[in-house]
């Protein structure tokens, strides 16, 4: 039976990295990460999201990498802002949106550049938790606590992985409100305990608490015996921020009105600011500048607030961090009563990936240990796939080997397709796509069977002995056909080997049924190889049966029916001639004289009328044709060329065929 194979040869092979050599390691560029209240939004503003994001002053841009917001009304809004983002003058073009969660009351959204940063799917299948659902009741926290799980492109290691966590706690100074600000706090680092080992984590949002002392943040950023899910301010700025203008350069709210708290926060891990791996660009453990906006200690700012709107709407003419345009735009955003973006870089560890040319091809996201455990060979750490020399190439020696799309019996649960390969040999990126080739469905696409998952994500792969079969229920297979029974048309067809195909059941590559697909090679793929088999309407007089792709064409049956199936003779023969073919019987009972086939195992070598098996069809083969004329014995079913178990004139008529094309 076939193996299937591992992850790493699996993983996609274009990845787009910005990266900086040092030695034997790749440094990839720091990533940007904002949290943003963005105020009841609920689509629209064009011009205002594309200033105050893509806006540029004095060289400075908020330019983000990752988006962590709050305040989004629906999953219209969610898709017009990327739309935006990806519209706006300056933008890359490549943002994406994470999967939106319509919960209580407004919601968070999370928006990343796909060029920098991918979707960790190790916890959920989109990156994406509700770490605790919101309501209403005083007991709860009112809007859905998120957490989006991200690592940079071309990283895979735990400790590339940041869960970033989207909060909106509860306004208020009331005691209920601070409580519920609790509650939130506590679930929040209780999840963060308990995330994998090596993972970072960062929270951002509008957390409505004006000062550090207050129960939720402490509950936040204190000690406790569990340490694990602790966060830690990169600006190392506690306080009673609240009105102090001792703190205006951290105030985020409200840009409309008056500039006076410092509610929108990013809190990181201790693994972010501990020196190792991925790291905050800052000086951790140094308190954020009291007398500039541009503190050189820090990458951490408040985008737009130059501290110059202390108790006052948000400055915009000699706005010296934003200018005017930017600041006007954050204004409008706010809706009279909004925040202020902040923002921080973080670097990620070393990495050590290169391209990789493994048996499905080029990767560039994996190392040297990851690549050799795959058979790859590996080009060098910072090579990327399209750069590597020599070039890696595909295998395409994947051949049909033999086909059965009927037999006696019924329900047919023997059908099969087998394929044959190196031993060993990965089946990524193909197909089997079978079209139909009678009446008005010619040309139509019956089925499209990609081979890339036998189970569990794992790539279908040949086995020891190179055959990997694609079977129904009661045929030893390594890929069950469908449901197992009934799966093949009993008729005239074409069965292709695809490698990238486009191709989905319902396609017509012959629109006109003349017989000669018209639809774009780009869609159908690289076919590998092809065989068709027929019934007696392929040589009708009038409106013809068809098969595709210069096929070699099998059949029909003794009865006129399709053809029970197809073997290549010798086993894996392929010199591109109808030869290389035969007939297989339908009988399944191991009748003397029929050719039955043998799915994953070889294929009879003394076959196809080859009396003295020296690859050459000839009137010395015609001689042992004569003596099994009329018999119907194994000794003589190499000249069984209909596939009705005994040697007759329909096998004269088609040795004559195949000694017509084989030469004398």
Same mark, same amino acid.
């Given at each position: 039976?076939?193996?299937?194979?591992?992850?790493?040869?699996?993983?996609?092979?274009?990845?787009?990295?910005?990266?900086?050599?040092?030695?034997?390691?790749?440094?990839?560029?720091?990533?940007?990460?904002?949290?943003?209240?963005?105020?009841?939004?609920?689509?629209?503003?064009?011009?205002?999201?594309?200033?105050?994001?893509?806006?540029?002053?004095?060289?400075?841009?908020?330019?983000?990498?990752?988006?962590?917001?709050?305040?989004?009304?629906?999953?219209?809004?969610?898709?017009?802002?990327?739309?935006?983002?990806?519209?706006?003058?300056?933008?890359?073009?490549?943002?994406?949106?994470?999967?939106?969660?319509?919960?209580?009351?407004?919601?968070?959204?999370?928006?990343?550049?796909?060029?920098?940063?991918?979707?960790?799917?190790?916890?959920?299948?989109?990156?994406?938790?509700?770490?605790?659902?919101?309501?209403?009741?005083?007991?709860?926290?009112?809007?859905?606590?998120?957490?989006?799980?991200?690592?940079?492109?071309?990283?895979?290691?735990?400790?590339?992985?940041?869960?970033?966590?989207?909060?909106?706690?509860?306004?208020?100074?009331?005691?209920?409100?601070?409580?519920?600000?609790?509650?939130?706090?506590?679930?929040?680092?209780?999840?963060?305990?308990?995330?994998?080992?090596?993972?970072?984590?960062?929270?951002?949002?509008?957390?409505?608490?004006?000062?550090?002392?207050?129960?939720?943040?402490?509950?936040?950023?204190?000690?406790?015996?569990?340490?694990?899910?602790?966060?830690?301010?990169?600006?190392?700025?506690?306080?009673?921020?609240?009105?102090?203008?001792?703190?205006?350069?951290?105030?985020?709210?409200?840009?409309?009105?008056?500039?006076?708290?410092?509610?929108?926060?990013?809190?990181?891990?201790?693994?972010?600011?501990?020196?190792?791996?991925?790291?905050?660009?800052?000086?951790?453990?140094?308190?954020?500048?009291?007398?500039?906006?541009?503190?050189?200690?820090?990458?951490?700012?408040?985008?737009?607030?130059?501290?110059?709107?202390?108790?006052?709407?948000?400055?915009?003419?000699?706005?010296?961090?934003?200018?005017?345009?930017?600041?006007?735009?954050?204004?409008?955003?706010?809706?009279?009563?909004?925040?202020?973006?902040?923002?921080?870089?973080?670097?990620?560890?070393?990495?050590?990936?290169?391209?990789?040319?493994?048996?499905?091809?080029?990767?560039?996201?994996?190392?040297?240990?990851?690549?050799?455990?795959?058979?790859?060979?590996?080009?060098?750490?910072?090579?990327?796939?399209?750069?590597?020399?020599?070039?890696?190439?595909?295998?395409?020696?994947?051949?049909?080997?033999?086909?059965?799309?009927?037999?006696?019996?019924?329900?047919?649960?023997?059908?099969?397709?087998?394929?044959?390969?190196?031993?060993?040999?990965?089946?990524?990126?193909?197909?089997?796509?079978?079209?139909?080739?009678?009446?008005?469905?010619?040309?139509?696409?019956?089925?499209?069977?990609? =081979?890339?998952?036998?189970? !569990?994500?794992?790539?279908? *792969?040949? /086995?020891?002995?190179?055959?990997?079969?694609? %079977? #129904?229920? $009661?045929?030893?297979?390594?890929?069950?056909?469908?449901?197992?029974?009934?799966?093949?048309?009993?008729?005239?067809?074409?069965?292709?080997?695809?490698?990238?195909?486009?191709?989905?059941?319902?396609?017509?590559?012959?629109?006109?049924?003349?017989?000669?697909?018209?639809?774009?090679?780009?869609?159908?793929?690289?076919?590998?190889?092809?065989?068709?088999?027929?019934?007696?309407?392929?040589?009708?007089?009038?409106?013809?049966?068809?098969?595709?792709?210069?096929?070699?064409?099998?059949?029909?049956?003794?009865?006129?029916?399709?053809?029970?199936?197809?073997?290549?003779?010798?086993?894996?023969?392929?010199?591109?001639?109808?030869?290389?073919?035969?007939?297989?019987?339908?009988? =399944?009972?191991?009748?003397? !004289?029929?050719?039955?086939? *043998?799915? /994953?195992?070889?294929?009879?070598?003394?076959? %196809? #009328?080859? $009396?003295?098996?020296?690859?050459?069809?000839?009137?010395?083969?015609?001689?042992?044709?004569?003596?099994?004329?009329?018999?119907?014995?194994?000794?003589?079913?190499?000249?069984?060329?209909?596939?009705?178990?005994?040697?007759?004139?329909?096998?004269?008529?088609?040795?004559?065929?195949?000694?017509?094309?084989?030469?004398?």
């Amino acid at each position: 039976m076939a193996a299937r194979l591992g992850l790493a040869v699996r993983l996609a092979a274009s990845v787009t990295l910005v990266t900086l050599f040092c030695a034997s390691s790749a440094l990839a560029a720091p990533i940007r990460i904002a949290a943003w209240n963005i105020t009841n939004y609920a689509g629209g503003a064009d011009s205002d999201v594309e200033s105050a994001v893509y806006g540029m002053f004095s060289g400075r841009c908020l330019c983000p990498d990752v988006l962590v917001c709050q305040e989004f009304i629906s999953s219209f809004a969610v898709n017009d802002f990327v739309t935006i983002l990806n519209g706006a003058p300056g933008s890359p073009g490549d943002w994406a949106a994470a999967t939106f969660v319509d919960g209580a009351d407004t919601d968070s959204a999370f928006f990343y550049r796909t060029g920098e940063i991918a979707l960790a799917t190790d916890l959920s299948a989109t990156g994406v938790t509700i770490v605790s659902v919101g309501s209403a009741s005083p007991s709860n926290h009112p809007r859905n606590i998120m957490r989006y799980d991200i690592r940079p492109q071309g990283y895979s290691s735990p400790e590339s992985t940041i869960a970033i966590y989207s909060t909106h706690m509860k306004a208020g100074s009331g005691t209920e409100d601070m409580s519920r600000r609790l509650i939130e706090a506590v679930i929040i680092r209780d999840d963060a305990e308990s995330l994998p080992a090596g993972w970072n984590f960062i929270l951002g949002g509008d957390f409505n608490i004006q000062s550090s002392s207050e129960d939720a943040y402490q509950e936040l950023v204190g000690s406790q015996v569990n340490n694990d899910g602790r966060f830690f301010d990169p600006i190392s700025t506690p306080g009673n921020w609240n009105n102090n203008s001792g703190y205006r350069y951290v105030h985020t709210q409200d840009p409309a009105t008056q500039v006076d708290d410092r509610f929108d926060f990013l809190l990181v891990s201790g693994s972010l600011v501990d020196g190792v791996d991925f790291e905050y660009d800052g000086d951790f453990g140094t308190p954020f500048s009291a007398v500039t906006w541009n503190d050189p200690n820090h990458s951490y700012r408040v985008w737009g607030n130059d501290g110059t709107s202390y108790n006052s709407v948000l400055t915009t003419t000699g706005n010296a961090m934003v200018g005017s345009a930017i600041a006007q735009a954050l204004i409008n955003l706010a809706s009279g009563n909004g925040h202020l973006p902040v923002y921080a870089e973080f670097t990620p560890p070393a990495n050590d990936i290169g391209a990789c040319c493994t048996p499905c091809g080029c990767t560039d996201i994996i190392n040297e240990a990851q690549c050799l455990a795959e058979d790859g060979t590996f080009y060098g750490i910072g090579v990327e796939c399209g750069s590597e020399m020599p070039a890696c190439t595909l295998p395409n020696n994947h051949r049909i080997n033999e086909v059965r799309v009927h037999h006696d019996g019924s329900p047919e649960r023997e059908e099969f397709i087998e394929i044959v390969a190196d031993p060993g040999q990965p089946l990524c990126g193909l197909s089997l796509v079978d079209i139909e080739g009678e009446l008005s469905s010619k040309g139509r696409v019956d089925f499209v069977l990609p =081979l890339d998952d036998c189970g !569990g994500g794992d790539i279908c *792969t040949c /086995g020891v002995d190179g055959y990997f079969v694609i %079977g #129904g229920s $009661d045929v030893p297979h390594d890929l069950l056909l469908f449901a197992g029974e009934n799966a093949l048309e009993n008729g005239t067809q074409t069965l292709l080997l695809v490698r990238d195909t486009q191709l989905v059941a319902g396609n017509d590559v012959d629109a006109n049924n003349d017989g000669v697909a018209d639809i774009s090679p780009a869609t159908v793929g690289t076919i590998l190889d092809a065989v068709g088999v027929i019934d007696s309407g392929y040589y009708a007089m009038f409106d013809p049966d068809r098969v595709y792709y210069n096929a070699a064409h099998i059949g029909p049956a003794v009865d006129n029916g399709v053809a029970a199936g197809t073997a290549r003779c010798p086993d894996s023969s392929d010199t591109d001639s109808h030869n290389d073919w035969v007939q297989i019987s339908s009988d =399944l009972t191991g009748t003397l !004289g029929c050719v039955v086939g *043998t799915p /994953g195992a070889a294929n009879p070598n003394h076959c %196809g #009328g080859d $009396d003295n098996d020296d690859l050459h069809i000839d009137l010395r083969d015609f001689a042992g044709l004569q003596m099994c004329f009329g018999q119907s014995t194994a000794a003589c079913a190499h000249f069984d060329l209909d596939g009705d178990c005994a040697v007759g004139l329909g096998d004269i008529d088609r040795f004559r065929e195949r000694l017509e094309l084989s030469g004398p």
